[in-house]
């Protein structure tokens, strides 16, 4: 039986623009719910729709806490974060559909 997947993701509006932390159970529907403005609230009013960083982990726990962790931190680390992972902010959503 395969184990469940879990995600702690962070999208931006653009380069170095807002930031929106989540955690999900399906990556790439979440993205496409996120750009295609299928869910009322933060990202759809801001337009924070561009995928730059994700982790993922078998324990929802894990991607829950790692939000909260996240969401706590300087803008500062959080822009440290994504251009370790993605240096070049590109949209990693794109790579993941293929």
Same mark, same amino acid.
Do not use: C
């Given at each position: ?9 962070? $999208?931006?509006?653009?380069?170095? =623009? $807002?930031? +929106?932390?989540? $955690? $999900? ?15 009322? =609230?933060?990202?759809?009013? +801001? ?46 959503? +794109?790579?993941?559909?293929?």
């Amino acid at each position: 039986m395969k184990q469940k997947q879990y995600y702690l993701y962070i $999208t931006v509006s653009r380069k170095e =623009g $807002t930031l +929106y932390v989540g $955690t $999900t159970n399906n990556l790439l529907k979440r993205i496409y719910e996120h750009k295609n403005n299928l869910i009322d =609230g933060f990202t759809k009013k +801001y337009n924070v729709h561009k995928l730059v960083y994700y982790e993922e982990t078998n324990d929802i726990q894990n991607a829950i806490q790692r939000e909260k962790q996240i969401k706590k931190w300087k803008r500062e680390w959080k822009m440290n974060l994504i251009k370790k992972f993605n240096p070049n902010w590109k949209d990693l959503y +794109y790579d993941l559909v293929g």
